[in-house]
Structure formats: structure tokens, C-alpha cells
């Protein structure tokens, strides 16, 4: 629904005195005075007026073709700096007559003006003249919970598909752009989505100085993600350089990714003929090391999507209303970036389960807070983008997070089996480095000696024996290739507790029976061998 509209409509109902447009672009304040014949109960002869802390108390004048001018009331300099007195002025019209009473670019609030608004929004005098009062803030938690509880609130898009087409044409005309065919203006025009107008106005003139007045797309996708990046709370990841073919091993896994996730996200037209939805998130769990996150950055490849990783240091506030505040602007910047991939690690700790009922500590309350907020979005119809997740202990997270329709897949990452072991090996030595290397290297005798490793140790043995190559190439002054006794000997610097790795492994296995929703998943402890050793001590 237009957010126009969605006003008009609770003005009518009379369901608050006060309705709340959360937005950040200070044109939809001016958009709402040019539709005020629109929003009147009384067919346009209703009082409007506009209050701004230093501004000041103002009547709306109209003029021709919905225009209007201002004349002032009242002011708080004249009242000697009496913020209550200005208040008052405005209290009187309120009740007085059918009037609309726009509140302008409030960036803050304080104990004044927290209870004079949430007198008016109670206040049945009001209601029954049919007043209304509309206050633009760039976040509802600028308020008190027991303030805005009591209105109505309305989010506008940050830009309609009509304002962004408007503008780009507007641009064309006044010859920031040279020359803009219908299918460049149309990708343009979707490539702006979750921009503000001001925002749009300020990457349409840089494009315009930087390429010579041309539009160019992968510019456009830049300055885009360059904007959204400079907030703390988001972390942007372009797609990353390897996909899949640098994961070693986990056949069957990848298979399914690839099937259930990738394709439809790469091909949303063919899922749309068969009516297949998109899918909406994965959560992968698995002991620690191995590679969920870099499976998670492997799909930005395969699908060709950003990543935003949400920053928990950043969004968490000992702060009342802080943390949520964090929260809702960067879910707005995911709504802007979608389609994209929205990235959450050690999910269970953070954001997906509820404080206890005894828990009454400020902690307890911004969590239960914060997870009520992600369970809210992640099942909105509406998201465009694509939730990924890890934890270690899928058992954690809360059963209506784990929900189809919120998460689609739950997906184990088990210590990789022999044969992965030597693909991730020779991946970290040939691939994502280019090492020397001997031609004495038995790959797979070191995966043999390797059981029960984490993909991040073998990544480490790998590390260290070209530190410790690079070294002595330092003190030789020559550079000589790594050889098989060089690994082996770097090996035998580790201490890995391979027996409580498998405990690990088992404890992983046990939590995919129970919450895997799809057993062909299983195959990846198919893959991966306990030990017989292992497997007796089980059994006594």
C-alpha cells in the first residue's frame, strides 16, 4: 500500500491522534504537504500546520496547484525559550478543530516532548475533532517504547520504482546523461532501489562528473555499496573470488547447496515457471573449523550475490533502544541491497534464542528484544534477500527460527573425510597459493596422519611449513621448493586432540538425526570415517 494512503486510511479509523512516519528523506514531508487535499477528513478546509524545534509554530498557507506557503504562530525565542509554551499553542488547535499538525525533522527528543505526545496520542478530545499529528523521525526508538507503542506507524519506502524512473528522466533532460537507452534507464532504476532521493540525486551527479555524462551500471553498483558501507553496523562483501571449487571434498553437501540454494537464486525465472519459491535461508552447524564460513562466502560466487555480515560489537547497545535501532536500519540497508545474502555467525549466541523468563537484566532484555525483531523479518513474505547462518550446536537455536520459511535448509559440516583432506591440502598449496613444491609430496599420506583434523588445521599446516621455507630461504638466500619431510616435520609441532574431535564429530552426527530436514544430507557422514578404535570405545 502506498504510505499516502496507508496515512489517509488511519486517519479515518481515528486509531491513534498520532502517527509516526519513520523515514530518513526529508522530501516526504514536502511530498505530504502537496497531497494534503488527499489526507483532509473535511475535503480540504481542515487546518495544516508544521512544528520544528527552531522553526517554530507555523499555519500552512495554501496556493495554487497544491502549493503552499507558511506563516508563523508562534516561536520558542519568543517564548523566552519555553518549549512547553509552544507546545501548549499547538495543543489548543488540536482541540479546538479538525487539524493536522506536521512535526518536522525531529532528530532527538526529551522528557518535554516524549509526554506532550503521548498526551496528544490519548487524548480523546483530539480524536474527536478529528485531529491528527504526524511526526517524521528517522527511527521510531528516538522515543520512548511507551511513547510510540501508543501511535501508528508508517514506513515509506526509501524510493518508489516512479520517483527513481523520475529522476533519472529529470537527469537525462537537464544533461547529466548524455545518452540512456530504455534497457539501461530500466537496470539503472532497479539498481537504485533502497536509495533515498537525495541519495540518488548525489550518485546520478557523481556518475554524471566521473564518466563523461554517461551511466555505467558497474559504477552506479559501487557508489551504491560504498554508501551503504560507511554505517558501522554492515560489513559488505563483494562476491568472493573461489565458488565451490574451492572447497575441498563434501560431495554430497555441495550437491545439495547447489540443487536446493543456488540454482533457484540463479535462475529465479525457470523457478517461477514451476512455481518453486526462493529459497529463503541456510544454516550450517558443524565443529569449529570446518570451513561453514567459507561455504557461506562460496555461495556469494555460485550465486553472484553481495554479502552483508551483520557486525554483533556494532548493533548491540547497553544503550535502551540502541540495539534495536541498529537492527531495523540495517535490515533497511538488506532491503536495499536484494537480492543479497545476509550473513550471521555463531547465530545461537548472538541472536537466535530467547532470554529465560528470570532473565530481567538490560542484556536479556535488548537479546530477547533483537531475536524477536530477526524472527519477525526473517519470516516477512515480502524479503528479497537470502539469510545465511552458522553455529556449532544447532540444538541452541530456537525451534522458530529453525522453521521452514525462515531457514529452508539445516545442513551438518562434519571434519572432513580422507579424500577431502587431500583436496583441502593441495587447495591452500596449489590454488589459493601458488607454493614451490617438490615432487616428493605424498598427499595422501598426510591425510592418513591427519584424521580427524578441521579444514583450519590443515589450512595451518600448510601456512606453517612456508613460514617456516620462508625462513630459511631468508638465511640461505635461496629459494628452495617445500618437501614431504618439511610437512612432516611442521606436523609434528601440532597438538590436536583428534579423540575429543571425534566426541565433536558424534555430537554433530547426533544433532543432523535429529534436526536435518532432509536425511539425503546425511550422506556427508557417509563420507567422512570414525575410526575403529573410536567406534569400539563407543560400544563398551
Not at 32 to 60: Q, V
Not at 184 to 196: F, K, W, Y
Not at 456 to 477: F, G, H, P, W, Y
Request: aromatic fraction near 6%; charge should be neutral.
Amino acid at each position: 500500500m502506498d504510505w499516502i494512503k496507508e496515512l489517509q486510511l488511519y486517519r479515518k479509523v481515528l486509531a491513534s491522534a498520532v502517527i509516526i512516519v519513520e523515514t530518513d528523506d526529508i522530501r516526504r514531508s514536502r511530498a505530504l504537504m502537496e497531497k494534503r487535499p488527499i489526507l483532509s477528513n473535511l475535503n480540504g478546509k481542515e487546518n495544516w500546520y508544521t512544528l520544528e524545534n527552531w522553526e517554530g509554530f507555523k499555519e500552512i498557507m495554501p496556493v495554487v496547484d497544491n502549493g503552499f506557503t507558511e506563516r508563523e504562530l508562534a516561536n520558542v525565542r519568543d517564548a523566552g525559550g519555553d518549549m512547553q509554551y509552544l507546545l501548549n499553542q499547538v495543543s489548543e488547535k488540536l482541540e479546538e478543530g479538525s487539524a493536522v499538525v506536521v512535526v518536522k525533522n525531529l532528530l532527538e527528543s526529551n522528557l518535554t516532548l516524549n509526554n506532550i505526545f503521548l498526551s496528544w496520542a490519548t487524548n480523546q478530545r483530539i480524536m474527536k475533532a478529528g485531529s491528527t499529528v504526524i511526526i517524521f523521525l528517522e527511527d521510531r526508538t528516538i522515543l520512548p517504547q511507551a511513547v510510540w507503542s501508543h501511535c501508528k506507524i508508517v514506513t515509506p519506502p526509501k524510493s518508489t520504482r516512479d520517483e527513481r524512473k523520475l529522476d533519472l528522466e529529470e537527469a537525462k533532460k537537464g544533461g547529466a546523461f548524455q545518452k540512456m537507452n530504455e534497457d539501461t534507464m530500466q537496470s539503472a532504476i532497479t539498481a537504485l532501489a533502497g536509495l533515498n532521493r537525495d541519495q540518488i540525486d548525489a550518485i546520478i551527479a557523481e556518475i554524471a562528473i566521473r564518466n563523461n555524462h554517461k551511466m555505467d551500471l558497474g559504477l552506479l553498483a559501487k557508489l551504491k555499496v560504498d554508501l551503504i558501507a560507511r554505517d558501522p553496523i554492515v560489513e559488505v562483501v563483494q562476491p568472493s573470488k573461489y565458488g565451490f571449487e574451492a572447497i575441498g571434498g563434501y560431495k554430497a553437501l555441495k550437491e545439495r547447496l547447489m540443487h536446493e540454494i543456488v540454482l533457484p537464486l540463479r535462475n529465479p525465472d525457470y523457478a517461477k515457471e514451476y512455481d518453486i519459491k526462493q529459497p529463503r535461508g541456510l544454516l550450517l552447524f558443524g565443529p569449529p573449523g570446518t570451513g561453514k564460513t567459507l561455504i557461506q562466502k562460496a555461495l556469494t560466487k555460485e550465486t553472484n550475490m553481495t554479502m552483508l555480515t551483520m557486525q554483533p560489537d556494532k548493533l548491540m547497545s547497553k544503550w535502551v533502544g540502541e540495539s534495536e535501532k541498529g537492527m531495523r536500519r540495517f535490515f533497511r540497508y538488506a532491503d536495499a541491497m536484494a537480492p543479497c545474502i545476509v550473513f550471521a555467525d555463531e547465530l545461537d549466541t548472538r541472536y537466535a534464542k530467547r532470554s529465560g523468563q528470570s532473565d530481567t537484566s538490560g542484556g536479556g532484555q535488548v537479546q530477547q528484544q533483537v531475536f524477536s525483531m530477526l524472527l519477525e523479518k526473517l519470516g516477512d513474505e515480502n524479503r528479497e534477500w537470502f539469510f545465511a547462518a552458522n553455529t556449532n550446536l544447532v540444538e541452541n537455536i530456537d525451534p522458530a527460527m529453525r522453521r521452514t520459511g525462515r531457514i529452508d535448509s539445516v545442513v551438518p559440516v562434519p571434519y572432513p573425510d580422507k579424500d577431502a583432506r587431500v583436496e583441502i591440502l593441495k587447495i591452500h598449496a596449489t590454488v589459493k597459493r601458488k607454493l614451490p613444491l617438490a615432487d616428493d609430496i605424498k598427499w595422501e599420506e598426510i591425510a592418513k596422519k591427519t584424521e580427524m583434523w578441521a579444514g583450519s588445521d590443515l589450512e595451518q599446516l600448510i601456512v606453517r611449513t612456508a613460514k617456516t621455507k620462508m625462513n630459511d630461504a631468508i638465511q640461505k638466500k635461496k629459494v628452495a621448493p617445500i618437501t614431504m619431510d618439511d610437512i612432516i616435520e611442521t606436523y609434528n609441532t601440532f597438538n590436536i586432540s583428534t579423540t575429543e574431535n571425534r566426541k565433536s564429530q558424534k555430537q554433530t552426527e547426533d544433532q543432523a538425526k535429529r534436526f536435518t530436514n532432509d536425511k539425503r544430507l546425511m550422506d556427508v557422514f557417509e563420507e567422512a570415517e570414525i575410526s575403529s578404535d573410536f567406534k569400539r570405545s563407543q560400544m563398551i
